[in-house]
């Protein structure tokens, strides 16, 4: 078994027993965090939201929600050619309702998600937070402007893991359309052509 073969992996995996409620309440209390824990199974979606004293657990059927998933997921890996960006935000919007809203009640500036089953495809950072009428993607506001937004296993590796602190890199790598000119980028004398698709993920962005 894991627990025999790896039993440090077993430990901070699984745990001897539990994160405790009184653990997980300082831990959020204290950098204004809310974790939402994920479990799907064939008889519906759980999520538990946990944030200081606040923690709420609810039940969601699956009919429409695997749908409209799979159907956002499948248009982001598409977007270059998307030609209903209104459909693609309509569904982010509605899983952002459906998934997250229901759990900010208190003030937060970071969301951690513990996902499972296809709910790993989701980048939880992309939805809407509210309905744009604009056809851009530009035009709009979306969960990762408000809130950083992270990942984990189980709350409990979240946990022992701790915070991560924010420091700064003090440069930025960019990259950009050239529109088929070669160019040497700053500080070096070798030429570099444009990014193949670089022009049609400009367009989409714009």
Not at 63 to 69: E, K, P, Q, R, Y
Not at 133 to 154: A, H, Q, V
Request: proline share 6%; glycine share 8%.
């Amino acid at each position: 078994t894991i627990q025999e073969k790896y039993p440090a992996f077993a430990e901070l995996k699984l745990g001897k027993t539990p994160s405790s409620y009184t653990a997980v309440k300082n831990f959020t209390s204290s950098n204004q965090t809310l974790i939402l824990n994920f479990f799907w199974s064939q008889q519906g979606l759980y999520v538990c939201g946990m944030s200081g004293d606040y923690f709420n657990c609810e039940k969601m059927p699956l009919d429409t929600l695997a749908v409209v998933l799979k159907q956002y997921v499948s248009s982001l890996r598409n977007y270059a050619s998307q030609t209903q960006p209104e459909k693609l935000k309509g569904d982010g919007y509605y899983l952002f309702k459906k998934l997250v809203s229901p759990f900010l009640i208190r003030k937060t500036t970071k969301i951690i998600f513990i996902p499972d089953g296809p709910l790993f495809q989701l980048p939880f950072e992309t939805l809407p937070t509210c309905l744009s009428k604009s056809r851009s993607f530009s035009d709009g506001c979306y969960l990762i402007e408000s809130n950083i937004i992270s990942y984990g296993n189980t709350t409990r590796m979240v946990i022992t893991e701790g915070p991560v602190q924010s420091t700064s890199v003090g440069g930025v790598l960019g990259f950009s359309y050239s529109h088929n000119a070669v160019v040497n980028p700053v500080g070096t004398s070798t030429p570099v052509s444009e990014i193949p698709g670089s022009a049609k993920e400009l367009s989409v962005i714009r």
